[in-house]
């Protein structure tokens, strides 16, 4: 089934295409979501963290994988948009040819940097093996996902999205009954998680590449188009290359990142895996409408209508302005709820309280005060009556004041951060969670007072 997108209203085409897309990538979602609310809940927070130690990791690979396919599909694109079906044919097996030759690169490269890339970003001693295992199996499946995602690339480069979403939707179902199955039933353990979704994007890209064969004639190429091509593959890596790479410059930001909050322990690691999940969920609307600018504004590139191209750009920005403001507020309001899908709602409670406590502290330090803390009223009144060292002087009394430094007293004194991180201690050798009454008499315990 193929779609000409050169024809009709730019806004019902972008929709009609872009809502398909939209559910194929929340499906895609899927694969990453459901192993880590599955391992989260049924694991342990170890497990969670580990898995969610390696997204940014995950994200900057998979984000080449996905990129370059979809630059493979603008050229496909172009000459389908006009009508030159046998460039079409030769763009589709040179396409083959590199994707073959990526994915032998890729999974090598990966699967070997693994460990010393876990090392580079701090993860945290206890989880970097359950780390380990979890990503390099999700790296051994990189030819199928490339499958995939080359397969359903050029279907959309022809404009059929929706038997994209229809192979992922049978691949998520199965996806999370194999996460289910591998983790309850046979305790696999994270490694699990990551078979289940290496063993669905095989069914998706497998499955797609049939469907491929047997429904899109106009793709099945003779043997001298089939040719491996010196200008085309370099065509294709000019569009695929930099697509790839654009979705992997965001994600070394990831990374980096990941770094430093590994370095704060599993416990942080887990509270942000489920806050940035929620976060990802909500932004998939936003990149399949740029992916459906792709196909369009190709397709009419190809048929040299460039005053069109800008309507579809005009049309594809105000859809997503509103979306924006409309996922900012569904996240305002519901950003409890999404993350105790991944956490018990006395682990969230802990760590909404840690989150608040942290925030008030640093706003102190950055203000360049010292960390509040709480005066004896008894003895500064005592001090207040003390003659100062100055009128002891004068005074010929031979006394002598304190000359331990200021600072140092202050840092003798209990911070806010201190006194909550004993309280979170306590806490946590009892087996409750701390209440609003004693995080509150905490934070007044460590605040100056005033006379």
Known sequence: MTKDMTQGSPLKLILAFAVPLMLGSLFQQFYNLADTIIVGRFVGVDALAAVGSVGGLNYLVLGFVNGIACGFSIPISWTFGAKDYREMRRYTANTVWLSLFFAVVLTV???????????????????????????????????????????????????????????????????????????????????????????????????????????????????????????????????GIPMGL????????????????????????????????????????????GTAMTTYASQNMGAHDLKRVDRGVNTALGIGCVYSVASFLILRVLDVPLISLFLESSEVEIMAKARDAKQINRIFERMGYPAPVKEDTAAKKENARAPSENSLKERGTGARASTEPAAEKADARPSVRSRLMALQAAAERDGTAPTKDTVREAIQKAMPTRE
């Not at 790296?139 to 929706?162: C, E, Q």
């Not at 416990?267 to 932004?283: D, P």
């Open 109 to 239: 490269v990966t699967v070997a940097l693994t460990r010393a890339v876990l090392v580079w970003t701090n993860t945290p001693d206890n989880i970097i093996d359950i780390a380990d295992i979890y990503i390099r199996t999700i790296f051994w499946g990189i030819p199928f996902t490339l499958l995939y995602n080359v397969t359903s690339a050029l279907m959309r480069a022809l404009g059929d999205s929706k038997r994209p979403l229809y192979f992922l939707l049978v691949a998520s179902v199965l996806n999370i009954g194999l996460d289910l199955l591998c983790i309850l039933a046979f305790r696999m353990g994270a490694f699990g998680a990551a078979f289940a979704t290496v063993f669905s994007q095989a069914v998706a890209g497998i499955g797609s590449l049939i469907y491929i064969g047997s429904h899109y004639p106009e793709l099945k190429w003779s043997r001298e188009e089939g040719r491996l091509s010196a200008s085309h593959c370099l065509k294709l890596c000019n569009m």
């Open 246 to 289: 654009q979705c992997s410059i965001t994600a070394i930001g990831s990374v980096v990142l990941q770094g430093a909050v590994n370095g704060l322990g599993s416990s942080i690691v887990a509270a942000q895996t489920a806050g940035s999940k929620a976060a990802q969920f909500l932004s998939v609307p936003l990149e399949s409408i």
